[in-house]
């Protein structure tokens, strides 16, 4: 979205065409008292402030000069590339990352199995304990009336 570049773009306030993002901007000042950043947090983030693309979580700037939300907090595009957070990390071949991927899924996979095991384990001792409960409370419930009957 940041990268729209806004070439013969239509105002989507009064659909005035705009030649490019700085005609735009200029636009949006004098016609609409805006500007591209409200503009682009309205139409396009749907009022949600952008977030640092690493996935810290943290917001981004507006890049005053460039006109656009910056993609990362100062210093996180190389936190990225270092850590290997990106798409594809740099120092994996495609053979290694198939590797990867494959021992992801596996793992993955057998957790999963393992989480639903205990999941099913849980509910059926659940299941049991509150049959049994029933069955005490249902015995206690029989002597209670027993008892009231042998005291009328
Ligand atoms: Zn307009
Ligand atoms: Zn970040």
Not at 1 to 28: P, Q, S
Not at 36 to 49: A, G, S, T
Not at 97 to 126: D, P
Request: hydrophobic fraction near 25%; include cysteine.
């Amino acid at each position: 979205m940041t990268k729209e570049e806004f070439i013969n773009h239509n105002c989507k306030h009064c659909g005035y065409l705009c030649k490019n993002r700085k005609a735009l901007g200029i636009h949006l000042r004098l016609k609409h008292n805006s500007n591209l950043q409200e503009y682009i947090l309205k139409f396009y983030l749907y009022d949600k402030w952008p977030e640092c693309a690493c996935g810290c979580g943290k917001k981004v700037e507006w890049h005053k000069c460039r006109n656009q939300f910056n993609k990362f907090i100062n210093g996180h595009n190389s936190i990225v590339s270092e850590a290997g957070f990106g798409n594809r990390p740099y120092y994996l071949t495609p053979e290694q990352e198939k590797k990867k991927a494959s021992a992801v899924k596996k793992a993955y996979q057998k957790n999963g199995e393992l989480i639903k095991e205990k999941i099913s384990n849980g509910v059926k001792n659940a299941w049991k304990d509150s049959k049994y409960r029933e069955k005490m409370n249902n015995r206690n419930n029989k002597r209670r009336i027993n008892n009231n009957k042998n005291k009328g």
